[in-house]
């Protein structure tokens, strides 16, 4: 069995989880609601609180399957009752965020500032050299972290550019003069 499917996933206080024909997910909780269509290979019981993820056999593919199915659930939960947060750090002489509005905009030693529109159901919040993506689609969250670290990454030699706060850069030795 897979160690990750065979695990309920816990319903907190103030979530429904509803699922429908062909494994149409709908998690409803204080933050909001989510939808997702898992596959129609699984199934999805709901047994009082929890939500439990059963395989048909232990085909490679189905075994994959599950633990992907028993994550996807426990994110949407995770996500509408606490919601996800990333948090960006924006290193470098004259390089600085700033939001306005719904726009983030950055200034990453470019010509012109970079603009970026906040996606829908997400906030991006801007303190000092710290950018926060908060959401709660754990998906989404990355993905738009990932596109504003992409406006400048990181670079080995000085360590200027975008990076995630946890993430640690491997810093080089530049060049040396001649003798």
Request: proline share 5%; glycine share 12%; charged share 30%.
């Amino acid at each position: 069995m897979s160690r990750i499917g065979r695990l309920p996933v816990v319903i907190p206080a103030g979530v429904t989880v509803e699922i429908k024909e062909n494994n149409d997910v709908i998690v409803k909780g204080p933050k909001g609601t989510l939808e997702k269509v898992l596959p129609i290979e699984m199934e999805i019981k709901q047994e009082d609180g929890h939500v439990i993820v059963t395989r048909p056999n232990d085909l490679k593919k189905m075994k994959s399957l599950h633990g992907l199915t028993r994550t996807l659930i426990h994110n949407m939960v995770v996500g509408v009752s606490e919601g996800y947060e990333k948090a960006l750090e924006v290193n470098g002489v004259g390089y600085k965020a700033a939001k306005q509005g719904k726009k983030l905009v950055l200034s990453l030693g470019y010509s012109h500032p970079v603009e970026m529109e906040d996606p829908e159901g997400l906030e991006a919040v801007v303190e000092g050299n710290k950018i926060t993506v908060k959401g709660i689609n754990k998906e989404k969250v990355g993905q738009y972290a990932a596109e504003i670290r992409d406006k400048r990454r990181p670079e080995p030699y000085k360590g200027k550019g975008i990076k995630y706060i946890d993430e640690v850069i491997r810093r080089k030795v530049g060049k040396t003069g001649k003798k």
